[in-house]
Nanobody, 128 residues
């Protein structure tokens, strides 16, 4: 079975940094584009970043451009999200997900509807 497990969340003050990690198992990660999403209490899940299966294409939500960096290491079955200059509005549960093979890069890679497999999430809390 496909499984994704996130780690690296925590409590950080505004302006601080975190590095989130996601390890995948049960499927061939080389074939899949991967995304990071977040969800604050009472709000809808939103896409923050996407990386293609080869790592050649990356996409970021406007709200995180210049602060977040997505990367992957297919040999280690890992996906990462480096988060810098954290803001209180970044608070939420962060999820990694594997994108359906049905879609191409010119669709909507930050749309959670396009993803097949999801992790359980890791909490990021930004204080002031």
């Amino acid at each position: 079975q496909a499984q994704l497990v996130e780690s690296g969340g925590g409590l950080v003050q505004s302006g601080g940094s975190l590095r989130l990690s996601c390890v995948a198992s049960g499927f061939t990660v080389d074939y899949y584009g991967m995304g990071w999403f977040r969800q604050a209490p009472g709000k809808e899940r939103e896409g923050v970043s996407y990386i293609s299966n080869s790592g050649e294409t990356t996409i970021y939500a406007d709200s995180v451009k210049g602060r977040f960096t997505i990367s992957r290491d297919n040999k280690k079955h890992m996906v990462y999200l480096q988060i810098d200059s954290l803001k209180p509005e970044d608070t939420g549960v962060y999820y990694c997900a594997a994108r359906s093979l049905v879609y191409s890069d010119d669709d909507s890679p930050l749309n959670p509807f396009e993803y097949d497999y999801w992790g359980q999430g890791t909490q990021v809390t930004v204080g002031s």
